[in-house]
């Protein structure tokens, strides 16, 4: 079976040297002074009677399309009224269709935390979520070596980090730098979703850290046994985005929650 993993990653260093060509990691630096301080989306969760993070994500690679030709001033304002806790914003362009100007133009809508959800693999990437406005970041293990990952974290430039891990194997990645740790219940070799590996891992983290569980979150239900095992993030992309309404089917999801 083809590691899709292996390949956004290969696909993401090209893209990363192509972009580093074209502006420098010196320009960026010289931006980063303007941005006003990042919002805190780990005291967004912990704080939360929800914790739902909705994202806004126009494909994947493995069900395509999901909107096409959707813009964030689209749909971000209506997860905020609906009461999300934060939002995570894909900008993958090869392959979630996504691209650092939906955070640039999301982020004077909204007051909540957003967090940059790509493969980051360099600190160049650091400088332009910091710049377009994000206040997270996500560090995938499964795509960086631990060393890599570590000093991604320390580099982290005020945002926070909230480290992805999919399996025992890489409980080793979480430090005390980390500032949430999620949980993908899909993986990402394979694209197969499983929610109950949430509950397997739960017992293994931390639990004075805030956890958040990632992927495959389809009914109310969930997010309360979720919430149960110490999970105060839920992060919802394809339940939403699928619908005709996301900011609607928010709500209602909420609602149902109570």
């Not at 260093?13 to 060509?21: A, G, N, P, S």
């Not at 126009?58 to 209506?78: A, D, F």
Request: net charge negative.
């Amino acid at each position: 079976m083809k590691d899709i993993l292996s390949e956004i990653i290969a696909n993401k260093r090209f893209e990363v040297d192509l972009q580093k060509q074209a502006i420098s990691i010196e320009q960026l630096q010289e931006g980063i002074s303007e941005v006003p301080t990042s919002r805190s989306m780990k005291q967004a969760l912990a704080s939360s009677a929800s914790g739902i993070i909705a994202e806004f994500k126009r494909r994947s690679p493995s069900k395509g399309w999901i909107k096409e030709e959707v813009c964030p001033e689209e749909i971000v304002p209506s997860y905020a009224a609906a009461g999300a806790s934060a939002l995570s914003i894909l900008t993958d362009e090869k392959f979630f269709g996504g691209s650092l100007k939906d955070i640039r133009t999301a982020r004077p809508l909204v007051e909540i935390p957003i967090l940059r959800k790509d493969f980051i693999i360099d600190a160049y990437q650091l400088y332009q979520a910091r710049i377009v406005g994000a206040d997270a970041i996500l560090l995938i293990a499964a795509a960086l070596e631990q060393d890599k990952c570590n000093e991604l974290t320390e580099k982290a430039l005020g945002l926070e980090v909230l480290l992805e891990i999919h399996n025992t194997e890489e409980l080793s990645y979480i430090n005390k730098e980390i500032d949430m740790i999620g949980v993908n219940n899909r993986n990402l070799g394979t694209f197969f979703t499983d929610v109950e590996n949430s509950f397997r891992l739960a017992e293994q983290l931390p639990q004075d850290s805030v956890l958040v569980s990632e992927s495959g979150i389809s009914n109310p239900e969930i997010v309360k046994r979720l919430r149960t095992a110490g999970f105060r993030g839920f992060l919802i992309g394809e339940t939403l985005m699928k619908t005709e309404h996301p900011g609607e089917t928010l709500q209602n999801f909420l609602q149902a929650m109570q």
